[in-house]
């Protein structure tokens, strides 16, 4: 229904910087909660930034805030992750997703969130 491709991961050494991207196809996603997760292997899916539709208040895990930035474009359908200073604890798959915001819902909830791209590989070497 909202397919969403993300784009921008690889490799990059401890402290250095990457920029994910995800595309949104179809329907637009301008009035969804959009999000950033991430998984590593033998690890649970975990939350990393998301935003609201208007692109204000965003959130981050604790993990991360200081480091990565979230925005979105909605004029052109995609939501990007600015990771700077990054950790070998940040290798994982990143995974961007969206969702109709629901009132009650935790915008950290990874179970709250209706569509999901197919993930893009981040490694970050120590």
């Known amino acids: 229904q909202v397919p969403l491709v993300e784009s921008g991961g690889g490799l990059v050494q401890a402290g250095g910087s990457l920029r994910l991207s995800c595309a949104a196809s179809?329907?637009?996603?301008?009035?969804?909660?959009m999000g950033w997760f991430r998984q590593a292997p033998g690890k649970e899916r975990e939350f990393v930034a998301a935003v609201s539709w208007s692109g204000g208040n965003p959130y981050y895990s604790d993990s991360v805030k200081g480091r990565f930035t979230i925005s979105r474009d909605n004029a052109k359908n995609t939501v990007s992750l600015q990771m700077n200073s990054l950790k070998s604890e940040d290798t994982a798959v990143y995974y961007c997703a969206a969702r109709n915001y629901r009132p009650g819902q935790a915008i950290s909830d990874r179970y709250a969130y209706d569509y999901w791209g197919q993930g893009t590989q981040v490694t970050v070497s120590s």
């Open positions: 179809g329907r637009s996603v301008s009035r969804y909660t």
